[in-house]
């Protein structure tokens, strides 16, 4: 049986329209074919890392690592881990390749592959696409909001801090899970927090501490605040090349 462990950067997969706008551009901090970023060129590598502590107090932990960078035409590049597990009779085997990604807003490409097959896919936007991701991202955004502020969600906003020589906002975001709920003897809180750079528009530091998975901590290091060296997110010459239009 296949087990994915972690996904640093589940962007990879096919996702509608709204998803994958809202995925590149808030989670991972890259950005999408309608959130370009103009002359904020970065580089650095992402580490995500899980902790969870079963009932008889083993823990188990995981860790994944990556880079991303973005150039001054807003083009972003991102090279992540991906983890997984499977049985071999009974011994456990633990897997992993690398996803790639290039998100090109002035050609309205999005180009991917991954180190299993030698095959890259390049998808190309319609000239409409980025104003009508641009919208219907507006209205999940505020959907996703007006659904958990009805749920009883408390946000609290943490101020300015200085994480890897950027600046960024903080916003803590808990909840409570009722007793019996989820098979819980006891209510549960869960915290999630966010810190945002505002002048990169990438997120630097996030956090989610929910009792029942564990805590995941995906982070920012090693920033650099200058014109990337992007020549490693590029596909090998002799890969495949599908091009997909979409309608």
């Known amino acids: 049986m296949l087990q994915i462990r972690a996904s640093l950067f589940a962007l990879f997969t096919v996702l509608p329209s709204v998803a994958l706008a809202q995925t590149v551009a808030t989670h991972s901090g890259s950005s999408s074919v309608n959130d370009r970023v103009l002359k904020a060129p970065y580089s650095a590598r992402r580490r995500f890392t899980n902790v969870k502590k079963s009932g008889d107090g ?13 150039d001054s035409a807003g083009c972003t590049y991102s090279a992540g881990e991906r983890l997984w597990t499977y049985w071999d ?12 990604r290039i998100s090109d807003p002035v050609a309205k490409t999005d180009t991917r592959w991954d180190s299993s097959s ?33 749920a009883g969600t408390v946000i609290e906003k943490l101020g300015t801090k200085t994480l890897g020589a950027v600046s960024a906002d903080g ?21 999630h927090e966010r810190w945002y750079c505002e002048e990169l528009r990438v997120v630097i530091l996030e ?32 890969y495949i090349v599908h091009d997909i239009k979409l309608p």
Not at 90 to 100: A, D, G, I, P, Q
Not at 137 to 146: K, L, S, V
Not at 171 to 191: E, K
Not at 209 to 237: C, Q
């Open 58 to 70: 083993t823990i188990d932990r995981t860790e994944t690592g990556g880079s991303e960078a973005r």
């Open 207 to 238: 956090t989610n501490d929910d009792p029942r998975s564990g805590t995941s901590t995906d982070e920012l290091v090693d920033i650099l605040r200058s014109e990337p060296d992007v020549t490693k997110y590029l596909p090998p010459a002799d």
């Open 118 to 150: 030698n095959e890259v896919k390049v998808i190309h936007w319609p000239e409409s696409a980025p104003e009508e991701l641009a919208s219907k991202t507006q209205c999940a955004t505020a959907c996703y909001e007006d659904t958990m502020s009805a």
């Open 89 to 100: 009779g009974k011994k456990r085997v633990l897997k992993s390749e690398m996803l790639y």
């Open 171 to 191: 916003t803590r975001t808990s909840y409570t899970v009722p007793a019996g709920q989820d098979h819980n003897n006891q209510p549960i809180v869960v915290v």
